[in-house]
């Protein structure tokens, strides 16, 4: 296998990195833009790897694309690289046009050409849960005041219906990739895998913005009631998960990965406060975020089936080391975590009418 993963220099993108040493590749190219999430380190212990090859650049870059592929002659492809913060695109919409559905562009178009040569053999588009919208306030019901659906988990049959630019360019990324299956006969298939949580993600998001905010002795904010669900998977798992559809996947097949571990964000803040023994009193509601999303959840049983994956890490152990990694890491998030971070919060989400 001669495989090129884009964004290995983010948190799930740089796990995977790490499980395809394992697995022994042929040759592995990271091809990541570095932007504000990207980090470097994130992969630097690997670069000694003579198998190894980073690549700064931006996916989007069609002739460096093209590049890529003549002088290392992929064969294989895991997209991982995608501006994946809800929050940042409702004030910065442009960069996730750029990068997940222009950049997702390049590779196809890369990619079918060296299909069309007879040397290309499998596409892996990384998607989320978030192309398919929300199932409301409780199992099968709707709670933003749209009728219940007919069932009370997202499965790969389920329509995608977006509500966030994010999850819109995911769910138009997604879209065009299965086109090529049917007009250009590319072997691509997409894994829409559900929350991941686990070290070295960047603390914008929920958990690692807890964890930080708590050490600091932040305040810990919450959107809404927090009552908001999510189903939480482990990056091992999910990078498990990426590896079995890359190598057993049916091409023009989609296949949920998820965590089965449906929790209220607010139960998800106290256990991380518990475990790093601060005080439920840093929790503050702020202003809910618009057009929020109530309730995730996946139902699995395809990948189970066809790939034989499942999730191994039980909720309360991948916290654990969740937590403990971040401890032991201040170096890693102190230095992302330093002045301009907090402002550039306070900035934007002022434009949004919300509380940093």
């Not at 960047?202 to 809404?224: D, S």
């Not at 916290?319 to 401890?327: E, G, I, K, Q």
């Amino acid at each position: 296998m001669r495989l090129l993963v884009t964004g290995g220099c983010g948190f799930i993108g740089s796990a995977f990195l790490r499980l395809a040493l394992e697995r022994k590749v042929e040759r592995l190219v990271n091809l990541d833009a570095l932007s504000y999430s990207g980090r470097r380190e994130n992969q630097a212990e690997l670069e000694g790897d003579e198998r190894y090859r980073f690549v700064h650049g931006d996916v989007a870059d069609a002739e460096l694309v093209r590049k890529i592929f003549s002088e290392e002659r992929i064969d294989h492809v895991a997209h991982f690289a995608a501006e994946s913060h809800v929050d940042r695109s409702l004030f910065a919409a442009r960069a996730f046009v750029k990068t997940n559905i222009e950049g997702t562009l390049a590779l196809l178009e890369a990619a079918r050409a060296a299909h069309a040569e007879g040397t290309f053999k499998r596409f892996l588009h990384v998607s989320t849960d978030e192309v398919y919208g929300d199932l409301g306030e409780t199992r099968g019901g709707g709670g933003d005041g749209v009728p219940p659906r007919n069932d009370d988990i997202f499965r790969e049959t389920t329509p995608v219906s977006p509500k966030n630019p994010y999850a819109a360019t995911k769910a138009g990324a997604d879209l065009l990739a299965l086109s090529y299956v049917r007009t250009h006969g590319l072997p691509l298939v997409v894994t829409r895998s559900s929350n991941n949580y686990g070290p070295r993600q960047f603390p914008e998001k929920l958990m690692p913005l807890v964890i930080t905010n708590a050490i600091l002795g932040k305040p810990v904010p919450v959107y809404g009631d927090g009552k908001n669900i999510r189903d939480w998977l482990f990056v091992e798992d999910n990078c498990e998960g990426v590896w079995a559809a890359l190598e057993r996947g049916r091409p023009g097949e989609v296949y949920n990965v998820g965590g089965e571990n449906e929790r209220e964000n607010i139960s998800v803040v106290k256990a991380i406060l518990a475990a790093l023994g601060k005080p439920e009193s840093l929790i503050q509601f702020v202003k809910d975020r618009p057009g929020h999303d109530r309730r995730y959840a996946l139902d699995s049983s395809k990948a189970k089936k066809e790939l034989g994956w499942s999730p191994v890490v039980p909720f309360e152990k991948g916290l654990a080391r969740t937590v403990d990694w971040y401890r032991k890491s201040e170096p890693w998030w102190r230095a992302i975590r330093d002045e301009s971070f907090d402002d550039y919060y306070k900035k934007h989400y002022g434009k949004l009418g919300l509380k940093a």
